[in-house]
């Protein structure tokens, strides 16, 4: 048996190898190569900044997905994903309480090409374990959705999947992505230049970074994974594919404090040694995204121990200056685990927990971003 090692502070399991999660997580494998990549990350170099262009009006737009969901105290941990027409499809997770995985249960909601409103959320699954942390990917009218099953707590959760070919009106099965212990998903998966789906995960057991990959979008298998030194452990990566090809992850410090930043130039089978991204991270997720532009958004909690406000930073040049930042949210609440999608028409949807209440959409522009954000 040989046990996973300690490279630079960074844990790491390359594919093929054969994980076990015990008490005390162990590895088989007939090879053991390090996957952490040689080369050195520039993100957030403070010095100077590329100037983003931007046209038209700023937009700011915001609403509630929903007033509440009969019989449930909390919802938390939203998702969403935009067709081509425009046309909106959320998900997240309702509980009854007290603990956020009583009674918890996953529902969408749908807001049609045109409207401003939102439907009424309906039902998606209720098994009789915990459903949590919900996440939407598609292509065209193809549609993924991840969730995690937990049956005795966030450690024993595993990751299943179903898939829709007509936008979340009907869906296949549940099938299992990963049976390890602990593993779940907070999200979307991302097209790699090899052509593959690799889906960000991590575990709850463990506190480390998983990262899966499907050349079907239905079988996988885990790639790789990345773990930092207790107590300032990386999960929920956040991962985009830039122009160059290179993957780029923005991770959530499990301690706080600084953001974790990483990026793969091998389709995610390395990464390179996490770092600190320069943007605060109270232990909360935060979400990374390329938009059409080509220019990168990374919606996050700007503070090291709370989470407000909630913010927004530009990035004209694929993450190494980030010269524009503005707050979308502040006050005494709690504004936490957003998600973004960029639809047709430009706009940026965010979705994100207010409060645990509910979950709450707002919809901005670029030239909100860069209108009155002032620089850094």
Same mark, same amino acid.
């Given at each position: 048996?040989?046990?996973?090692?300690?490279?630079?502070?960074?844990?790491?399991?390359?594919?093929?190898?054969?994980?076990?999660?015990?008490?005390?997580?162990?590895?088989?494998?007939?090879?053991?190569?390090?996957?952490?990549?040689?080369?050195?990350?520039?993100?957030?170099?403070?010095?100077?900044?590329?100037?983003?262009?931007?046209?038209?009006?700023?937009?700011?737009?915001?609403?509630?997905?929903?007033?509440?969901?009969?019989?449930?105290?909390?919802?938390?941990?939203?998702?969403?994903?935009?067709?081509?027409?425009?046309?909106?499809?959320?998900?997240?997770?309702?509980?009854?309480?007290?603990?956020?995985?009583?009674?918890?249960?996953?529902?969408?909601?749908?807001?049609?090409?045109?409207?401003?409103?939102?439907?009424?959320?309906?039902?998606?699954?209720?098994?009789?374990?915990?459903?949590?942390?919900?996440?939407?990917?598609?292509?065209?009218?193809?549609?993924?959705?991840?969730?995690?099953?937990?049956?005795?707590?966030?450690?024993?959760?595993?990751?299943?999947?179903?898939?829709?070919?007509?936008?979340?009106?009907?869906?296949?099965?549940?099938?299992?992505?990963?049976?390890?212990?602990?593993?779940?998903?907070?999200?979307?998966?991302?097209?790699?230049?090899?052509?593959?789906?690799?889906?960000?995960?991590? $575990?709850?057991?463990?506190?480390? !970074?998983?990262?899966? %990959?499907? /050349?079907? @979008? =239905?079988? &996988?298998?885990?790639?790789?994974?990345?773990?930092?030194?207790?107590?300032?452990?990386?999960?929920?990566?956040?991962?985009?594919?830039?122009?160059?090809?290179?993957?780029?992850?923005?991770?959530?410090?499990?301690?706080?404090?600084?953001?974790?930043?990483?990026?793969?130039?091998?389709?995610?089978?390395?990464?390179?040694?996490?770092?600190?991204?320069?943007?605060?991270?109270?232990?909360?997720?935060?979400?990374?995204?390329?938009?059409?532009?080509?220019?990168?958004?990374?919606?996050?909690?700007?503070?090291? $121990?709370?989470?407000?406000?909630? !913010?927004?930073?530009? %990035?004209? /040049?694929? @993450? =190494?200056? &980030?010269?524009?930042?503005?707050?979308?949210?502040?006050?005494?609440?709690?504004?936490?685990?957003?998600?973004?999608?960029?639809?047709?028409?430009?706009?940026?949807?965010?979705?994100?927990?207010?409060?645990?209440?509910?979950?709450?959409?707002?919809?901005?522009?670029?030239?909100?971003?860069?209108?009155?954000?002032?620089?850094?």
């Amino acid at each position: 048996m040989r046990c996973c090692f300690d490279f630079k502070g960074v844990r790491s399991v390359q594919a093929g190898f054969v994980c076990l999660v015990l008490p005390v997580a162990s590895c088989l494998s007939p090879l053991l190569f390090p996957s952490v990549a040689n080369f050195e990350l520039l993100f957030r170099v403070m010095e100077g900044g590329t100037p983003v262009e931007v046209a038209g009006e700023p937009v700011f737009f915001e609403q509630q997905v929903f007033d509440a969901i009969a019989g449930k105290v909390g919802s938390h941990a939203s998702t969403l994903t935009a067709f081509d027409d425009g046309e909106l499809l959320a998900a997240w997770y309702s509980y009854t309480g007290p603990h956020e995985l009583d009674g918890s249960a996953i529902f969408t909601a749908r807001r049609l090409a045109g409207s401003e409103t939102w439907d009424t959320p309906i039902l998606h699954i209720d098994r009789p374990e915990g459903d949590g942390n919900p996440v939407l990917y598609s292509e065209g009218d193809h549609v993924w959705l991840f969730a995690a099953v937990v049956p005795f707590g966030w450690s024993t959760a595993r990751i299943e999947m179903q898939q829709s070919w007509d936008r979340g009106r009907t869906w296949s099965s549940a099938t299992v992505v990963s049976g390890m212990l602990g593993a779940n998903v907070r999200f979307p998966p991302v097209r790699t230049a090899a052509g593959q789906l690799l889906l960000p995960a991590y $575990s709850d057991l463990t506190q480390q !970074s998983l990262f899966f %990959s499907s /050349d079907d @979008g =239905l079988n &996988w298998s885990l790639t790789s994974t990345v773990s930092t030194n207790s107590p300032h452990m990386s999960i929920q990566p956040s991962v985009v594919r830039l122009s160059n090809d290179r993957l780029l992850a923005a991770t959530r410090n499990v301690e706080g404090g600084w953001l974790w930043v990483m990026a793969s130039d091998d389709h995610g089978r390395s990464w390179s040694e996490p770092q600190d991204s320069g943007f605060p991270n109270p232990d909360s997720a935060a979400a990374l995204s390329r938009l059409a532009s080509g220019n990168l958004v990374l919606v996050f909690n700007d503070s090291m $121990s709370e989470r407000r406000p909630l !913010s927004i930073a530009l %990035s004209g /040049d694929e @993450g =190494l200056t &980030w010269p524009h930042q503005r707050i979308l949210v502040d006050g005494e609440a709690s504004y936490s685990y957003p998600a973004v999608v960029q639809g047709p028409d430009g706009m940026i949807h965010i979705l994100y927990s207010l409060d645990r209440l509910r979950i709450a959409h707002m919809a901005i522009n670029e030239s909100w971003i860069v209108g009155d954000s002032g620089g850094e």
